[in-house]
Every structure is written in structure tokens, then in C-alpha cells.
């Protein structure tokens, strides 16, 4: 990173830090959505862009995050703070199992990515049937109060909650990839077989990846959970909810450390600005904002294969050139 | 001398294809040692074996009097073989510096360290003043050369080379034979090298085995083998002498 990375970055953090003071109800809910996706997205990216493990199922973990702390908060009364262990355990324990199948089996690329994808169906049909949690009908936390250690107080808390999550997922991936983990994730992910000749255990390193991940996208369950306050298996565990969480990756860039942050800062803005636009040209039919939101999302691909965030960076001279930093 | 590695009775086979079969010789402490012969004789295949990329189906390989057989290539690795491939694996989006990293990361807990032992391979390999280029950027030459360096940073006691002299040009052929002897001199490193290149094999190796279809007709001093009315036969080529 450059001087004028560290200047802009400083910036950018203290703008959103001071932003609650000044913005109204929408733009802190607007921008809340983009620091949660923003959040699961550097959490997928562990799996996808730094081991290369495609995975389409990341909602599983979302969604077992989410029920096992509301679970715990609507019988036992016990709070997040605790809850998120059990949500994180859980996450942890799915993810172990799927990665047992899937690199003891051999089941490598897109194979993986479908197995991934039956675990969250099988969770969302499964849940729907769990009495326990409100099966089809739904969880529901209990609203009112203000108690920051339990999650229960205003739209600004959770803002300064999920943008802390933002930081340390920030932080956390850098110095994974900086480790002895980390250049293990990235030479399997370049190339598995002349990874194990240096001496990488495949199986470990890949599932230490997965859980990982999934540990913290649990987390970002948990604050899904408590931020609205309802959860339906239908929802949460959906194929839709998945896509929604490689987005901002993929469009700011796999494998980049700012990728998934700037991703969520243009996909999240893009589909509220289509749906004002939409409904202020009048042409507010169903599915038009979809209809407009898949073409952006097209020519972002086609115009930046690599995501937004390499150009970006270079443009801004954010990287130095090269192969210093900009991963 | 002792041999630091030892395979015996090897054998392979591919859907009933015999790829190797009963290959059995040593590789004294300390030597080169060269395995030649014509294309499909199952040099690669008998380096795969050793390095545990597929268990053989009979035969077993001792390195430092240790069973290694079955072994997974990671397991290999630690064990203390080194190896290259035949068709160069970089880690293409990472740096130079970055591939060698994690081949020195095989036996050093710590980056900063790694680091260390990376320069030091890259600035023997003449790679230094390319550390900082991604990986798939480099020439063929260069690709070959960084991938002695990432098997070199692992220390290894034995090193496989599959044939990374071959598409080189004369002087980098000459300049890769000098680098491999001086490892071989200077820290007793022992290297089994499947190599085509005729004219490095003779000026590098103290003992050649020669296999033909998977299986090894004949093995003895280079100056012997070269004079080998069977070898000529089926893989130098009366010209070629």
C-alpha cells in the first residue's frame, strides 16, 4: 500500500464513522446493508479467493449462525454475545463436514460448489420442519429495550456494530494471507498438486479454509438475526441469499482484500438506485429493477474480469507496482 | 556409500497397461544419478511413485533406510525429497519470491524466515533480480529454473528433477548444469534427474539407469551406458554416438 492508500483509506473510515451523526434512518439502513455484505463477502472469499473453493451454499452458515443465537435469545433469554459461540460451533461443525466429503471424496470445483449447495437446501427445507425455531412460520426476536451487550437498541448500534465486523474481518483476512496459512490457501488455489510436492497438507489446509469462513459468516448471521429480527428458512437459507453473498466479491474482486468491501459499496447503492429510478421514470413492472440490475451486473464482468478493485487500485495508484501489496 | 535412496521391484500399472514394472536401483548418498530412455519408457510414472502421487502396486522405496512407500506427496515432501515437474507448475498469480516462500514455509514455521531462505535460493538461481514479477510472467528458462528454486527451499536431502534442461538453449543448459553441480558439490545435495538433454546427463551424472518400456535395461557409468549396444538400440541411436 501507498501513502495515498493509507491517506484515502483514513478518510473513507473516518467518514464512516461520523456518518450516523448527519445521515437520516434510510441511508444508515442502506449503508448497514452494504457493511453486512460487504462483511459475509470478505468471509466467503477466504474459501473462493484465497483456496479456491467455490462455494454456493454460504447462506447455511448465515442461516445456522442466525437461528442458534435468536434460538437461544427466544427460549433461554441468553444473550448474542453467548449465542454466537453456539451459532459459530455449529457453522464450524457443517462446514467441517461438508469439507470432510469434499476433499476426502476427491470432490473438487464446481462437484464441490454443487455439494455445497444441497447442504443449504437441505437446511432450508430442514428448518422449515424444526417446530422448535418456528419451522415455516418463522422466528421471532423480541423488539423493544435497549441493552447494546444483547443487541437490542437502535438502527446507529447496529451500524457501528456490523462496520466494527467490517474492521476486524479486514484486519483478520490480512494477516491470514500474510501467514504460513495463507500461502498455503493461495498455492493450492494456483495449483493443488504442486502444492502437496511442497509439503501442504491439501486436506487440512482446505478445511482449516472452510471453517474459517464459515465461522465468520456465522457471526454475520448472528447480526442478521437481531438486526431484523424475524427469520424464515425460505429467506435465509435461500439459493437467492447465496448469490447475494459472492456478489460484492466477485464484482470488486476475488481474492483482494478490498474487493468484497468495494463490491457491496456499488452493488447494494446500484439496486437502490434502480428502484427509485425505476419507480420515478414510471416504469415500476415487476422484475424491471432485476432486468436492469443483471445488465449492470454484466458489464461490470465483461469491462472488469477481475473486479472492480484491481483497476481501481491502480488507477488511484493505491498499489504499488508490481507485485507489492494490492492482494 | 550408503544409498540414500532405494527402490525396489517398482511397479505401476495403468488399466492393465504395465507403465513400470519390477524397476529397482539406488541412489548413493551424495551422488547424480540420471534415469534416461525413449518417451513412454515410465521415467515420469517411476517419479510419481517415489514422490507419492500414486501408490505403486508393488515394490517399495526407502529413503535414508525409511520406508516412504504410499506415502502422500506432502508426507514425501517432509520426509526430505524435493521434486520439479516435467510440465512447470508455478503458482502463476503469486511472485517469484512468493512460490519460493512456500517452499520454504515446508519446514519453517515463521514467514520472515522463509523469506530469508527464498532470497537465498532465488540469488543462487540467478532469480533475485526477478522476485517481484508474478510468476506467469517469467520465460520458460526462468519457470524452470523457479522450479528447482521452490523444490530447493523445502531442503531437501534428495532432489527429482523431470527433465528441466529440456527447451532450454545451450548456454542455459550449461548455465543450469552449473548451478545443479555446484549444489551437488558445495552441500552434498543428491539429485535423481530424468533428463534428455545427452550431453548434460554425461557431463552431470555419476550413474545412469535406462528404462524402456517401464522396465530398466541396463544402468552402470555414463561412459558404460553410452557404449551399451542395447541403449543405443532403443533410445540413443547409433548418430547420436
Not at chain 2, 130 to 148: F, G, H, I, M, N
Amino acid at each position: 500500500m501507498t501513502p495515498r492508500a493509507l491517506v484515502l483509506g483514513g478518510l473513507l473510515l473516518a467518514v464512516l464513522l461520523v456518518v450516523p451523526l448527519f445521515a437520516d434512518g434510510y441511508v444508515l439502513s442502506v449503508l448497514t446493508t452494504v457493511l453486512w455484505f460487504a462483511y459475509v463477502g470478505q468471509a466467503w472469499n477466504v474459501m473462493m479467493g484465497f483456496s479456491g473453493l467455490l462455494s454456493l451454499g454460504h447462506a447455511l452458515y448465515v442461516g445456522l449462525g442466525a437461528y442458534a443465537s435468536a434460538a437461544l435469545f427466544v427460549h433461554f433469554g441468553i444473550g448474542p454475545l453467548v449465542g454466537l459461540f453456539a451459532g459459530i460451533a455449529l457453522a464450524v461443525a457443517a462446514g467441517a463436514f461438508i469439507g470432510f466429503l469434499g476433499f476426502r471424496f476427491g470432490v473438487r470445483g464446481v462437484h464441490f460448489a454443487l455439494l455445497t449447495i444441497a447442504f443449504a437446501e437441505v437446511a432450508r427445507i430442514g428448518f422449515d420442519h424444526i417446530g422448535w425455531v418456528g419451522g415455516s412460520g418463522g422466528l421471532f426476536l423480541p423488539v423493544g429495550g435497549s441493552n447494546p451487550l444483547n443487541l437490542r437498541g437502535s438502527p446507529t448500534l447496529f451500524y457501528y456494530v456490523i462496520l466494527a465486523l467490517v474492521l476486524l474481518a479486514l484486519v483478520l483476512a490480512k494477516r491470514l494471507l500474510h501467514s504460513r496459512l495463507g500461502y498455503q490457501w493461495l498455492a493450492i488455489r494456483e495449483d493443488a498438486e504442486a502444492a502437496e510436492a511442497v509439503g501442504i497438507d491439501l486436506f487440512r489446509a482446505r478445511i482449516k479454509a472452510v471453517v474459517v469462513s464459515a465461522a465468520l459468516t456465522a457471526l454475520g448471521g448472528v447480526f442478521q438475526a437481531f438486526y431484523f429480527n424475524n427469520l424464515f428458512p425460505e429467506q435465509v437459507f435461500s439459493m437467492g441469499r447465496s448469490i447475494e453473498i459472492i456478489l460484492p466479491a466477485i464484482v470488486g474482486g476475488v481474492g483482494t482484500l478490498f474487493g468484497p468491501i468495494l463490491g457491496a459499496f456499488i452493488l447494494t447503492p446500484l439496486g437502490e438506485a434502480l428502484t427509485s429510478a425505476v419507480g420515478a421514470l414510471g416504469v415500476d413492472m415487476p422484475g424491471m429493477k432485476q432486468l436492469f440490475y443483471g445488465a449492470a451486473l454484466v458489464l461490470i464482468i465483461v469491462f472488469r474480469p477481475d473486479g472492480v478493485w484491481p483497476w481501481l487500485a491502480r488507477r488511484l495508484r493505491l498499489v504499488r507496482a508490481p507485485g507489492e501489496g494490492g492482494r | 556409500m550408503s544409498a540414500l535412496l532405494d527402490v525396489e521391484g517398482l511397479s505401476k500399472r495403468f488399466r492393465g497397461l504395465r507403465a513400470v514394472s519390477d524397476v529397482s536401483f539406488a541412489v548413493p548418498q551424495g551422488s547424480i544419478v540420471a534415469l534416461i530412455g525413449p518417451n513412454g519408457a515410465g521415467k515420469t510414472t517411476t517419479f510419481n511413485l517415489i514422490a507419492g502421487v500414486f501408490p505403486p502396486d508393488g515394490g517399495r522405496v526407502h529413503l535414508d533406510g525409511k520406508p516412504i512407500t504410499g506415502m502422500k506427496p506432502h508426507q514425501v515432501c517432509a520426509a526430505g525429497i524435493g521434486r520439479t515437474f516435467q510440465i512447470v507448475k508455478p503458482f502463476g498469480e503469486l511472485t517469484v519470491e512468493e512460490n519460493v516462500i512456500i517452499g520454504a514455509l515446508a519446514r519453517e514455521r515463521a514467514v520472515e524466515a522463509a523469506r530469508r531462505i527464498a532470497r537465498e535460493v532465488l540469488e543462487r538461481l540467478g532469480l533475485a533480480d526477478q522476485a517481484y514479477r508474478p510468476a506467469r510472467s517469467l520465460t520458460l528458462p526462468d519457470r524452470k529454473r523457479l522450479e528447482v528454486a521452490r523444490a530447493l527451499a523445502t531442503r531437501p536431502t534428495l532432489l527429482l528433477l523431470d527433465e528441466v534442461l529440456a527447451g532450454l538453449r545451450p548456454t542455459e543448459v550449461d548455465r543450469m548444469v552449473e548451478v545443479l553441480r555446484g549444489l551437488n558439490r558445495a552441500e552434498g545435495l543428491t539429485i535423481l534427474m530424468i533428463e534428455h538433454v545427452m550431453r548434460a546427463v554425461m557431463a552431470l551424472s555419476d550413474h545412469v539407469v535406462v528404462l524402456d518400456h517401464g522396465e530398466k535395461i541396463a544402468e552402470g557409468t555414463p561412459a558404460a551406458i553410452a557404449a551399451d549396444p542395447r541403449v543405443i538400440e532403443s533410445y540413443l541411436g547409433a548418430e547420436s554416438l
